[in-house]
C-alpha cells in the first residue's frame, strides 16, 4: 500500500462543475503539497499546507491532520483545469516529496 | 528567464551506453533533487543536494551518479544503460531544502533506451 493515497484515479467533469480530489496518508508529515501537472508534462506546485485552509483563485486546498486528509477543491471548473492533480508529502526537516499517484482530471466544455 | 532548466528535453539511446542529463536553476536555492518519473506517471525521489553536497540518496542503483559542481546546477549521469531506465526525469529546486519549501520543477527529459 503506497503511503500516499489519493482518489479517485481518474475524473472527467462538465465545465462549470465543483470538483474534488482527495488524499490521505499514512505517515507522520511535516507539510503536504498539491501539485499540477500539464498535459504537456510541465509540473507546477499549487500548493503547501501544514494546517487549515488555503485559497488561490478557483482552487481550495485542506488539511485534517488528526485524520491524515486533505482536499483540493476546484470550482467553477474550465477545461484549462483539465491536468493531473498529485499529492505529496514531506516529513521531518527535509523536502523530499512522497507521492501519490495522481488524480487525472479533464473537464468537458 | 526560465527558473529550473533541463537539457536535454528528449534522450535515445541505445542499452548499454553512458548519458547525462543537465539542471540548472537560476533561483538563487540551494536545494536541488532529481526525480524519476516512471511509465505509470508515478514520481519518485532519487536524490537531494544542498549547497553542493548530498543529502538524500534513495534507493537508486549507483549506476547513477549525481554531480553538483555549484549550488546552481545538479547533474545526473548514468552508467550503463537499462531497458528499466527508460522514464521522464525531473529536476526540481527548493529555497533552503525544508519540508515547507515549495519546489520547482524543471519540464523534464524523456530517456528512452532501446
Known amino acids: 500500500k503506497n503511503e500516499v493515497e489519493q482518489s479517485p484515479q481518474n475524473l472527467t467533469a462538465q465545465e462549470g462543475e465543483f470538483i474534488t480530489i482527495n488524499c490521505s496518508y499514512s505517515?507522520?508529515?511535516?507539510?503536504l503539497h498539491w501539485l499540477q501537472q500539464h498535459p504537456g508534462g510541465g509540473i507546477v506546485s499549487l500548493f503547501m499546507?501544514?494546517?487549515g485552509k488555503k485559497k488561490h483563485g478557483r482552487l481550495i486546498a485542506t488539511i485534517n491532520i488528526q485524520e491524515k486528509h486533505s482536499s483540493l477543491h476546484i470550482t467553477a471548473s474550465h477545461p484549462r483545469d483539465s491536468a493531473v492533480y498529485i499529492c505529496?508529502?514531506?516529513?521531518?526537516?527535509?523536502?523530499?516529496?512522497?507521492f501519490g499517484k495522481g488524480t487525472k482530471l479533464s473537464v468537458k466544455p | 528567464d526560465t527558473a529550473v532548466s533541463q537539457t536535454p528535453k528528449y534522450l535515445v539511446t541505445q542499452m548499454g551506453n553512458d548519458k547525462s542529463i543537465k539542471c540548472e536553476q537560476n533561483?538563487?536555492?540551494?536545494?536541488m533533487y532529481w526525480y524519476k518519473q516512471d511509465s505509470k506517471k508515478f514520481l519518485k525521489i532519487m536524490f537531494s543536494?544542498?549547497?553542493?553536497?548530498?543529502?538524500i540518496n534513495e534507493t537508486v542503483p549507483n549506476r547513477f551518479s549525481p554531480k553538483s559542481p555549484d549550488k546552481a546546477h545538479l547533474n545526473l549521469h548514468i552508467n550503463s544503460l537499462e531497458l528499466g531506465d527508460s522514464a521522464v526525469y525531473f529536476c526540481?529546486?527548493?529555497?533552503?531544502?525544508?519540508?515547507?519549501?515549495?519546489?520547482?520543477f524543471g519540464p523534464g527529459t524523456r530517456l528512452t533506451v532501446l
Open positions: 505529496a508529502v514531506s516529513s521531518g526537516s527535509q523536502g523530499n516529496l512522497i
Open positions: 499546507l501544514s494546517s
Open positions: 505517515v507522520g508529515i511535516s507539510a
Open positions: 533561483l538563487g536555492h540551494d536545494t
Open positions: 526540481a529546486s527548493s529555497r533552503q531544502g525544508k519540508s515547507t519549501d515549495t519546489q520547482y
Open positions: 543536494y544542498n549547497n553542493k553536497e548530498l543529502i
